[in-house]
């Protein structure tokens, strides 16, 4: 068991493996066809709640809902090492490209990639869909795909050098961490969504398809992982938590 493995709070490996468990015991259950749309929808649901969450802390700090806001309210951090990442430009477009990244890592080494991509081809553009349905998202590649890298282009952020160095005070300081949410907040809201849809459109298959999935997430990391992951049900993921 990996360093990863033991610690107390989940992190992006946890989030990673949660949903693409969940996904194959669905689609054990009614078929690739069926399974994927389901899947599909339920990463539009969920990154339409998190975009709606960075809206409405964005709104509440006074700060427009553009493409460069968009930027600086992300909702997550990801830990050291596990993304290698490079800026192509920066204005009038923000164009990175990704080269690593621990999603893709993830359901790769458990031969689940199959899968994960699924949760790839929506969740970008829902989250901007979600902050601000007038932003302009493009997803050229993704490495789940098959590609050598990621390639996003962020239209129209225009951060230019005054405009990145506030990018870079409001990531730091204002909202800063107050916008980044833990991950087993993350990996609750991914569960809670699944569980839903799942069984609002599939009845109990899908309740059999999700209990099989936990059941697979708490064999690899404990009851205390299945305690954490139960515990998120009585949130409500579609406002910003209160503190």
């Not at 069926?34 to 700090?61: D, P, T």
């Not at 109990?204 to 059941?215: N, S, T």
């Not at 992982?225 to 938590?241: G, N």
């Amino acid at each position: 068991m990996s360093k990863k493995d033991e610690q107390n709070s989940f992190n992006e490996i946890h989030h990673a493996l949660l949903f693409a468990l969940i996904a194959r015991a669905i689609v054990e259950r009614i078929g690739d066809q069926r399974g994927e749309a389901i899947i599909r929808k339920v990463v539009r649901k969920y990154g339409e709640e998190r975009g709606r969450r960075m809206a409405l802390r964005a709104l509440a700090n006074k700060h427009s809902l553009n493409m460069a806001n968009f930027i600086g309210y992300s909702e997550y951090r990801i830990s050291p090492g596990e993304m290698d990442m490079k800026i192509i430009e920066r204005s009038p477009h923000f164009k990175i490209r990704a080269f690593k990244c621990p999603w893709h890592n993830t359901w790769k080494e458990n031969g689940l990639l199959s899968l994960g991509c699924l949760y790839c081809l929506e969740i970008d553009q829902a989250l901007v869909r979600g902050f601000n349905p007038a932003l302009q998202l493009e997803v050229k590649s993704t490495l789940t795909t098959g590609s050598s890298q990621c390639d996003f282009v962020y239209h129209d952020a225009n951060l230019t050098i005054p405009n990145y160095l506030l990018l870079g005070y409001r990531r730091a300081f204002s909202p800063g961490l107050k916008a980044v949410m833990p991950w087993d907040y993350h990996v609750g809201h991914l569960f809670t969504t699944f569980e839903k849809i799942a069984v609002e459109d599939l009845g109990q298959v899908g309740q059999e398809a999700i209990e099989a999935g936990l059941g697979e997430f708490a064999e690899r990391y404990g009851d205390q992982a299945l305690v954490k992951v139960m515990a998120s049900q009585s949130k409500d993921y579609d406002s910003v938590p209160e503190g």
